[in-house]
């Protein structure tokens, strides 16, 4: 049997990070299952999502919680058996339009509220290729409920601003 710990760190960017937390996993027997990193501001920011062994899980834990310094946070979740999700299907969002404070606070309410799951979620502010102002991108995989629309979906998106272009596309059809 196996379990999950997913690790977050977070902590001035720096050369070996990622070195550090793989070698600690490596040395308890743990599959790095997968991750998402990124340096944001300067600081790293790293997700990964092992699996281990049950015997090893807690010895595993505790070696991670080690790395935890001033210069490095790191918090570790456990999930033993992960529960039955409801029957979703992924769809890829793509949302362009000016920047303006609450965008994500409204894209997500707009989500959460038709039952709509964000799996992915990458966000940045470009700069507009003729006005020169800067847009605010998404792009999102989302986890949506079977029962909703695109249509339905889409039309909730784009009220949340009418200068806003969204564009949604299924992913992979199976249940997310």
């Given at each position: ?48 999502h092992f699996e281990v062994s049950e ?122």
């Amino acid at each position: 049997m196996t379990t999950s710990l997913v690790v977050t760190a977070i902590g001035p960017d720096r050369p070996g990070i990622v070195n550090r937390i793989s070698d600690v996993a490596q040395s308890h027997g743990a599959n790095w299952a997968g991750s998402r990193m990124a340096n944001l501001a300067g600081q790293f920011a790293g997700m990964v999502h092992f699996e281990v062994s049950e015997a090893d899980a807690d010895a595993l834990a505790k070696a991670l919680a080690e790395l935890d310094s001033p210069d490095l946070h790191v918090v570790i979740a456990r999930s033993d058996a992960p529960q039955p999700a409801p029957a979703r299907r992924r769809v890829r969002l793509e949302v362009i339009g000016h920047d303006r404070p609450g965008i994500v606070r409204d894209l997500s309410g707009s989500l959460a509220a038709r039952g709509v799951s964000i799996e992915e979620l990458h966000t940045q502010v470009v700069s507009g290729a003729m006005s020169g102002e800067p847009l605010f991108k998404v792009k999102a995989l989302l986890a949506v409920p079977v029962g909703l629309p695109n249509a339905e979906l889409q039309r909730g998106l784009e009220a949340l601003a009418n200068e806003m272009m969204v564009d949604l596309e299924p992913g992979d059809t199976g249940n997310a």
